[in-house]
């Protein structure tokens, strides 16, 4: 299972837009979902800044904690490129 949460993000989100603050939370967790599918893994929930997600379920995996892990590195990639596209 991985659960990402956004540090700082109540902070942060009191200072934007709400329109833009959700247009880019809904362009993070379209990433995020592509990541999880090209990973064997399945989205569970979204609320607010968290994002959780599993693999081995609803199917056993062996390979389960490969997935999630490589799943999470892909992720932390996605966001270190975009935060330095923001720079």
Known sequence: M???DIIDFTKKASTLDPAFL??????????FDKIIDNCT???IKTIGDSYMAVSGLPEP????A???LRSCIE?????RLK???LH
């Open 2 to 4: 991985d659960f990402i």
């Open 41 to 43: 893994c399945e989205r």
């Open 83 to 85: 935060k330095r596209h």
């Open 22 to 31: 959700i247009q880019k939370l809904n362009e993070i967790y379209a990433a």
């Open 66 to 68: 490969k997935n999630i």
């Open 75 to 79: 992720m932390i990639r996605f966001l």
């Open 61 to 64: 995996d062996p390979e389960h």
